[in-house]
């Protein structure tokens, strides 16, 4: 089993609409929760970093970390063909440790 | 722009040859952390240094080794390559709080 699950999609969406990804995990010494966002070929980009249970918001996402079931998700409002890339759900057990990656899914929002 | 700045962009090669990829991290962060992006694993973690020791190992290959210098500016040196060592290098940085920042990363060709 791999430390950290996460559907490859591809997921196709119309623009505007709520976009859920997730990833699951089985490793509970994980502490820090990550999602970055790929353009194809680019370096990652961090959309958002979290400790902890619960929800963090900016803007039009919101990452949710739930720590009993090992699970962790990113909600896009109102996508926009921008949005289109691959995101990334990452974890680390420490602030200044390495980070295990989910394979990604691929996202496109059509106009 | 994260910051963090890689070059080469783009490095083609032949088999048996040794590459030096290089890195440079954000202005104060004192970590560097090596990853490989292939189509098959995913983005994966080789190797993290902290002010110039290295602090941690991934599944970096001994044909494989990296060093972080005084400015702490890295490099990361691949040896008798292999068409398999071909895929995207990417060099990250972390902030205080953990957060790590990645550089647009150096594309390998094997051939």
């Known amino acids: 089993q791999k430390e950290v699950e996460q559907d490859p999609g591809p997921l196709s969406v119309p623009e505007g609409a709520i976009v859920s990804l997730n990833c699951t995990y089985s490793?509970?010494?994980?502490?820090?929760f990550m999602w970055y966002r790929q353009y194809s070929r680019k370096g990652p980009e961090l959309l958002m970093y979290t400790y902890s249970s619960g929800n963090k918001e900016d803007g039009r996402f919101t990452a949710q970390v739930d720590k009993s079931s090992k699970y962790i998700s990113l909600f896009i409002r109102d996508s926009q063909p921008s949005d289109s890339a691959t995101y990334l759900c990452?974890?680390?057990?420490?602030?200044?440790?390495?980070?295990?990656f989910g394979k990604g899914t691929l996202l496109t929002v059509n106009p | 722009d994260s910051g963090v700045t890689q070059t080469p962009k783009h490095l083609i090669t032949a088999t048996g040859q040794r590459v030096t990829l290089r890195c440079s991290p954000r202005?104060?962060?004192?970590?560097v952390y090596w990853y490989q992006q292939s189509l098959d694993q995913g983005l994966q973690f080789l190797i993290q240094?902290?002010?110039?020791?290295?602090?941690a190992k991934g599944n970096i290959l001994e044909r494989f080794s990296a060093q972080q210098f005084p400015d702490l500016h890295s490099e990361l040196n691949l040896s008798s390559l292999e068409l398999g060592d071909s895929a995207l290098y990417f060099c990250a940085s972390s902030a205080p709080m953990g957060e790590q920042y990645f550089g647009p990363g150096t594309r390998l060709t094997v051939t």
């Open positions: 990452a974890m680390s057990r420490g602030s200044n440790y390495k980070l295990t």
């Open positions: 490793n509970s010494a994980f502490q820090y």
């Open positions: 240094y902290y002010n110039g020791e290295e602090r």
């Open positions: 202005s104060g962060d004192l970590s």
